[in-house]
């Protein structure tokens, strides 16, 4: 690599950081609808066909930000994931849980992009999908690994919702039973949802010992999956 291609990539990547950097300001103070990139550029200090170079349109700046959102939130998973190796399952699905919150009231305007509410006209593109299962994933090997060595105690699952379970186990858990399945997907969808309530104020005036009871929720998620605690 040439020394001038070489300065050429690092201002590059130190401009698209800048406004990146830019852009989650616009997204704290006036919400991800109103992101604009004529607004970024003017803040720092650009035309706006010189910062269309680095991002065609606000889709594609706000794709940017969503996978660097989820990479973020699922490097929080992994970290404690791997924090917790010699844990069993039920004690590091509970202190991957607790990481994920944690870095959701870190970063509310980013975990909002995400979890929040869609952006108008916006349409995610796969490029978001692999991201955005980092922390499903984390949640899911644990359940594996409780099934591989037979300490998966299975919730019930009717007749009737099988042939849903069957699909969504061919997409994402072939190797789990379909109980496990369809009782991670409802786990998934619960924890954001308490996520949520706590980042959005839904539970102002309602919990008021909030660490204590994410904790004691986040067990009970890794119960209704099937994960028992250490005998």
């Known amino acids: 690599m040439s020394t001038v ?6 201002a590059r990547i130190e401009v698209t950081a800048a406004i990146k950097q830019e852009a989650r300001k616009q ?3 006036e919400g991800a609808a109103k992101l604009s990139l004529r607004a970024v550029a003017r803040e720092l200090g650009m035309v706006s066909s010189a910062l269309y170079r680095y991002f065609p349109s606000r889709d594609d700046l706000l794709t ?4 660097d959102a989820y990479d973020a939130v699922g490097a929080a998973a992994e970290a404690a994931a791997a924090g917790a190796a010699a844990a069993p399952p039920y004690e590091r699905w509970t202190e991957v849980c607790v990481a994920v919150r944690a870095w959701a009231l870190a970063h509310p305007h980013e975990y909002a992009l995400i979890y ?3 952006v108008p006209g916006y349409a995610a593109p796969q490029d978001t999908v692999v991201p955005a299962a980092r922390v499903g994933n984390v949640l899911i090997g644990f359940v594996r690994e409780a099934h591989d060595a037979g300490r998966l105690d299975l919730p019930p699952l009717g007749d009737e919702l099988r042939p849903e379970a ?3 186990a061919a997409d994402f858990a072939q190797d789990l039973p379909l109980e496990a399945v369809t009782a991670l997907v409802a786990a998934w969808a619960q924890l954001f949802g308490l996520i949520c309530f706590e980042v959005f104020g839904q539970f102002n005036r309602v919990v008021e010992e909030r660490d204590a009871f994410f904790r004691h929720s986040a067990g ?3 119960h209704s999956v099937g994960l028992r605690p250490a005998d």
């Open 5 to 10: 291609r070489g300065a050429r990539e690092r």
């Open 27 to 29: 997204l704290a103070a």
């Open 64 to 67: 940017s930000l969503i996978v």
């Open 116 to 118: 929040g509410s869609p």
């Open 166 to 168: 069957a699909r969504m």
């Open 220 to 222: 009970r998620l890794a």
